[in-house]
């Protein structure tokens, strides 16, 4: 067999050909839940992943503990937060004396690492208006691919009763945190409670 290979130049193939990238073959794409994770925590964010309840429970514990928090120091609007766990619902008010802030959100968005939040989630405060520290408690079927896939979604979820109020949260990345470029803009330190 090798003179016939030999005779009409059939060419060995090499391990470098076999990974090598036709330009026709459609690139491979990351799960969106990988670029999420990937952008999320390059910026600066702080992402943790539970696959249950008491999880995600022991999750927000050590949070606290780690930076001294107590439960009084949450500001919390969610009343399915509160009692996920277990803490009292405050009055926006009361903003202005919290610590840390504990919110769901609407989508991560992947390409961008940000979370999409709206009204359902901070009323008609600003994202300036919260605390240095936000907690975040989200499930893993929020992934969207952007804030475009993330805006139908959430039209569809909401079709008659949009949420007005939608914006974007951004981890605060601390190598750029002195840089004076970034100075009052909205970007918070973040933790991320991925539940499954």
Same mark, same amino acid.
């Given at each position: !067999?090798?003179?016939?290979? $030999?005779?009409?130049?059939?060419?060995?193939?090499? +391990? *470098?050909? !076999?990974?090598?990238?036709?330009?026709?073959?459609? =690139?491979?794409?990351?799960?969106?839940?990988?670029?999420?994770?990937?952008?999320?925590?390059?910026?600066?964010?702080?992402? #943790?992943? &539970?696959?249950?309840?008491?999880?995600?429970?022991?999750?927000?514990? $050590?949070? #606290?503990? =780690?930076? %001294?928090?107590?439960?009084?120091?949450?500001?919390?609007? /969610?009343?399915?937060?509160?009692?996920?766990?277990?803490?009292?619902?405050?009055?926006?008010? @009361?903003?202005?004396?919290?610590?840390?802030?504990?919110?769901?959100?609407?989508?991560?968005?992947?390409?961008?690492?940000?979370?999409?939040?709206? &009204? %359902? +989630?901070?009323?008609?405060?600003? #994202?300036? =208006?919260?605390? *240095?520290?936000?907690?975040?408690?989200?499930?893993?079927?929020?992934?969207? +691919? /952007?804030?475009? /896939?993330? !805006?139908?979604?959430?039209?569809?979820?909401?079709?008659? %009763?949009?949420?007005?109020?939608?914006?974007?949260? $951004?981890?605060? %990345?601390?190598?750029?945190?002195?840089?004076?470029?970034?100075?009052?803009?909205?970007?918070? $330190?973040?933790?991320?409670?991925? @539940? =499954?």
């Amino acid at each position: !067999m090798s003179f016939w290979n $030999n005779l009409f130049g059939k060419k060995k193939v090499t +391990q *470098e050909s !076999m990974t090598s990238k036709s330009p026709f073959m459609p =690139e491979k794409k990351e799960p969106v839940e990988i670029v999420f994770a990937h952008n999320f925590t390059e910026k600066g964010g702080r992402f #943790l992943f &539970s696959e249950s309840h008491s999880d995600c429970e022991n999750f927000f514990q $050590n949070i #606290l503990s =780690e930076n %001294n928090w107590i439960n009084s120091d949450v500001f919390l609007l /969610d009343k399915s937060l509160g009692k996920y766990f277990n803490l009292k619902i405050n009055d926006t008010s @009361e903003i202005k004396e919290k610590k840390v802030a504990l919110i769901n959100c609407e989508f991560l968005i992947a390409k961008t690492g940000g979370i999409m939040i709206s &009204s %359902n +989630q901070i009323k008609n405060l600003s #994202l300036t =208006e919260f605390p *240095e520290n936000i907690i975040v408690k989200a499930k893993v079927f929020q992934f969207a +691919q /952007d804030v475009s /896939d993330g !805006m139908s979604r959430l039209k569809a979820s909401y079709s008659k %009763n949009l949420p007005s109020n939608i914006t974007t949260l $951004n981890a605060k %990345n601390l190598d750029k945190e002195a840089d004076f470029l970034s100075q009052g803009n909205s970007s918070k $330190n973040i933790y991320l409670l991925l @539940e =499954e």
